[in-house]
Nanobody
Framework: VQLQASGGGLVQAGGSLRLSCAAS????????MGWFRQAPGKEREFVAA????????YYADSVKGRFTISRDNAKNMVYVQMNSLKPEDTAVYYC???????????????????WGQGTLVTVSS
């Protein structure tokens, strides 16, 4: 499956952005989807994940209450709505997919098989 992330940009602290990820080339509805980010000089980290059915959501503590992940299986899209952005949210954001049926949604980077290119989010103070 191919993934294409978009929606990044420059925003002031306290602002909002919505990132989108378009999937193609596979049966989107069987994949758990995740968002990850990598700040300059840091390792890639988990942000949020949603199960293949959309029934399970999982967030990193650092974004809980501020970010909301969602998906539209009819459109082969996954989103993350990011509110109350902070300068420390500045990073390249990546969407990723893994076969999800009969497994639990996970934050483990190594378990995601497919990755999109990143989209840069810059939050100014």
């Amino acid at each position: 499956v191919q993934l294409q992330a978009s929606g990044g940009g420059l925003v002031q602290a306290g602002g909002s952005l919505r990132l989108s990820c378009a999937a193609s080339g596979g049966t989107f509805s069987i994949y758990d989807m995740g968002w990850f980010r990598q700040a300059p000089g840091k390792e890639r980290e988990f942000v949020a994940a949603i199960s293949w059915s959309g029934s399970s959501l999982y967030y990193a503590d650092s974004v809980k209450g501020r970010f909301t992940i969602s998906r539209d299986n009819a459109k082969n899209m996954v989103y993350v709505q990011m509110n109350s952005l902070k300068p420390e949210d500045t990073a390249v954001y990546y969407c990723a997919a893994r076969y999800g049926v009969y497994s639990e949604v996970t934050a483990t980077i190594a378990k995601y098989e497919y990755w999109g290119q990143g989209t840069l989010v810059t939050v100014s103070s």
